[in-house]
C-alpha cells in the first residue's frame, strides 16, 4: 500500500501526518485515526452520518442487541418490545441473557440508572433511558434506583454544592414525570445519600480499594492536575451496581443482579465496575445501552443542555417546538423514530420522504405534531410532582417487589 | 572541599556515590542526605540521638514551643502546664497564638485528634496525644472531636471492613479510658460516620475539588500505582478540621477555630489542610505536635503496634512490664519523662544516674514502678467501659459547651 493510500495524504519528509495511526497495540479505549472517540464527557465522531455504533461494539466489546435478544425479552414478558428496542435505540447490551435466565428462575434483579444534574433544562433527549427504564420498570416488575451525581456535577462544573444539588431536585421532578413506580423506585442525590446511609459509604471505600491511579487513568483519562476528588468519582457511580448500598432496600444481600439502562458513553464507568466486582465478591452489572440523541443541527454530536438552539427542552412552549422543529430533515425524521409509536406509520413516512412525495415541510409538521402533545402530556405530569412527592421519591426507604 | 569530604567516599569515574545531595532545591518535604525522613507512614533517622525536632521545624515551617508561649498557656488557663509542655514533648505549633487571642475574647474553639485503629493492642506511646488532649479539654473546656480513621486502614492494610472497623470500637475503649468528658466528646469511626452526618460527606467532596493529585503526590508520595482510595483519603482525614462537619455540635457553623494536638508525623495532613483552608472559606486549623514517642529498642524510629517488644502495651501484666522495663538505659530514662509527674524527682534522677550515683538496674526500678501503677489504673478504668458508654461517645449528639 501507498504512503498517500495509508495516511491520506502525499509523504513529506520530517513531516508526521496529522492522525498517524497508532504503532503496536493501542488498547480498547485509544482513539484511532479516524475513530469516533466517546467517554462520559466527549462524544465525537468525524463522520457525518454520526457515531459507528457497530464499530463502538466492537472497540468497547459488548454485544449486539439483535433479533434474537429481542425475540427472548418479548417471550419473557409477555410484552410488545418498546419501541427503542424494535428500532435499535437501545443497541448494545452486557450480559442481558443472563439477566434473562435468572428472570426466567424466579430470580430478582433490580433496574439502576442515573443522571448528572448539571443544570436545570433537561431536554428530550435526556428523557431516552429514563423513558426506556420505566418500560423494563413496568413489563418486568421490578425494583428501580436513579443516582443523581450532584457531586460529579460539583467537581467537573462552576457550580456550588447547594447549586449542584438543587438542579439534583429539579431534575428528580422531571425524572418522577415520566411515570415511575412510587413504591418501587427510589431516586439519590449523592450529597444527600451518603451521609444517609450505613452501605453505600462501605461500597465506595471497597471500589476505590481495588482501582489504581493508572486505571482510571487509562479508562477516563485523567491527568496528575485532576482533582482527587475526579480521580476517585468513578467509585461512586459504580456502588448503585451493588445491592448491599441500598440495605433499605434489599438488606444485606450482595447478590441481587444489577441491570443498567444508559447511553453508551456512560460504559466507561461500567467496565471498570465489572472489573472490580469479583474482586470484592459482589456480580458483575448487566447493562444495555442506548445510541446518542442526535442534536438539532445534525448527527455528529451529543446534545448540549447549555446549548438552547440544540435540542427540544422539556419546558418549551408549543410555539417554540414548532420553530425548532424546522430543523435538519434527516434530524427530523431520526426524532421521529424515536419518539412516532406507530411502526407503520413511521414506514409510510420513510418510503414517502424518500421517495419524493412527502414534502420537507410536511415531515418537519409530523415531527411538531407527535412533539408538541408529547411536550405538553409531560409538563402537565411535572406540574402534579409535589414537592412531597419529591420527598417520598428521595427517601430511603423500603421497596415492594415479589422477590422470592 | 575535596570530593571525599562532600561525598563521604572517593571519587570513582561513572560510578555515583550512594547518597547525592540533592541538586537545586529540593522542597520542603525533600529527604536530604543524613536528614530525618518524617511522613504519616515512615519516621526514619540515622541518627542513635532520634529524629532533630528543631531541624523538622525549620522544614515543616512550623514554631517552636518556647517558655513564653507555655507562660501564655498557663496565663490563659490558670493551670500549671502538662508535664508534655514543661518537658517539651509538645514541641511544635501553627498557630497557637492565635487560638489564644481567640479564647481570651471568649471567642469559641474545639479539639480534633484521632487514630489510625491497625490492630486491637494499642501501647502506651499511643495514649500521648490523648492523655495532652485530655488535659486540653479539662483546662479550656471545651468540645472534642476524635477520628478513628477505619477507612484509611482498610485501604492501606490487609484488612476487611469489618475488622477494622471492629479495631475501632475496640480502640475507642481505651481512649475513653483516658477520661475524657462524655458531655463534650464524640468519637467517630469514618465508616459509620460518613454515612450518618449530612455535613460531612460534603467538607469531603469540598476538599476533593480543592485538592489535585500533583499535591497529594508531592505531600505524600503516592504514585500511579496506588488505589484512588488511597489517593482520595487525605480529604477524610482533613473534614473533621471544619466546624460544619459536624452539624450535630455546631450547627451551621463554618467559622469555629479547631486545635489539633498530633504527633509530628501528622502534618503532612494538616498542611495541606491549612492550604485548602481559605481557598473554601474556612479558617485554618491550629495544631500542637509532639515528639515520637520512643521504642524500647532505642529513639531512632516510632514504635510499633505489630511488634510486641517494641513497648509497653495496655494490655501488659505487671510481670510483663518488669521484663520490658530492662531495656536500653537511654529509653528509661526518656520513658521516665514522659509519665513521672514529679519535676523534681526526674531533676534527682538525671543527676544521680549521669553522676554514676544511681545504678542501671535502679534507674529501671524506677520506670517499673512508674508504669505498672499506670497501666494498672488504665486497665481497672478500661474494664467500667461498657458497650453503652462505647455507644454514647459514639453517637452523633450535641455537646455541652459554653459558646456564646
Avoid at 67 to 82: C, F, M, S, V, Y
Wanted: hydrophobic share 35%; glycine share 6%.
Amino acid at each position: 500500500m501507498s504512503y498517500k493510500a495509508a495516511m491520506g495524504e502525499d509523504y513529506k519528509a520530517d513531516c508526521p501526518p496529522n492522525n498517524p495511526a497508532p504503532a503496536g497495540d493501542s488498547g480498547p479505549d485509544a482513539t484511532e485515526a479516524e475513530e469516533d472517540f466517546v467517554d462520559p464527557w466527549t462524544v465525537q465522531t468525524s463522520s457525518a452520518k454520526g457515531v459507528d455504533y457497530d464499530k463502538l461494539i466492537v472497540r468497547f466489546g459488548s454485544s449486539k442487541i439483535d433479533k434474537e435478544l429481542i425475540n427472548r425479552i418479548e417471550r419473557a414478558t409477555g410484552q410488545r418490545p418498546h419501541r427503542f428496542l424494535r428500532r435499535g435505540i437501545f443497541f448494545s447490551h452486557r450480559d442481558m441473557n443472563q439477566v434473562l435466565d435468572a428472570y426466567e428462575n424466579k430470580k430478582p434483579f433490580y433496574l439502576y440508572t442515573g443522571r448528572g444534574p448539571s443544570s436545570e433544562a433537561m431536554h428530550v433527549g435526556h428523557l431516552i433511558p429514563f423513558i426506556f427504564t420505566k418500560w423494563l420498570q413496568d413489563v418486568f416488575n421490578v425494583p428501580l434506583v436513579i443516582q443523581m451525581t450532584d457531586d460529579e456535577k460539583y467537581l467537573w462544573k462552576d457550580l456550588t454544592l447547594d447549586q449542584a444539588h438543587g438542579y439534583a431536585v429539579e431534575n428528580a421532578k422531571d425524572i418522577i414525570a415520566c411515570g415511575f413506580d412510587i413504591n418501587k423506585t427510589f431516586i439519590f442525590s449523592d450529597l444527600d445519600y451518603m451521609g444517609m446511609s450505613p452501605g453505600f459509604y462501605r461500597n465506595v471505600v471497597k471500589i476505590q480499594k481495588h482501582v489504581t491511579f493508572n486505571q482510571v487513568k487509562g479508562i477516563f483519562g485523567f491527568t496528575d492536575s485532576d482533582c482527587i476528588g475526579k480521580i476517585s468519582f468513578p467509585a461512586i457511580q459504580a456502588a448503585p451496581s451493588f445491592s448491599n448500598s441500598f440495605p433499605q432496600i434489599f438488606g444485606d444481600k450482595t447478590d441481587v443482579q444489577c441491570l443498567i439502562p444508559c447511553a453508551i458513553d456512560q460504559d466507561p464507568y461500567f467496565r471498570m465496575t465489572r472489573d472490580v466486582a469479583p474482586r470484592i465478591g459482589y456480580p458483575k452489572p448487566a447493562l444495555l445501552h442506548s445510541t446518542f440523541f442526535p442534536a438539532l443541527q445534525g448527527a455528529q454530536t451529543k446534545m448540549s443542555a447549555s446549548d438552547p438552539n440544540s435540542s427540544i427542552f422539556l419546558t418549551d412552549t408549543a410555539k417554540q417546538i414548532k420553530t425548532k422543529g424546522n430543523c435538519d430533515v434527516d434530524v427530523s425524521f431520526m426524532y421521529l423514530t424515536f419518539f412516532l409509536e406507530d411502526d407503520n406509520k413511521l414506514e409510510q413516512i420513510r418510503k414517502d420522504y424518500t421517495s419524493g412525495a412527502m414534502l420537507t415541510g410536511e415531515l418537519k409538521k409530523e415531527l411538531v405534531e407527535v412533539l408538541q402533545p408529547l411536550i405538553a402530556e409531560h409538563q402537565a405530569r411535572r406540574k402534579e410532582v409535589t414537592e412531597e412527592i419529591v420527598k417520598e421519591f428521595m427517601t430511603p426507604r423500603k421497596l415492594s417487589y415479589d422477590f422470592q
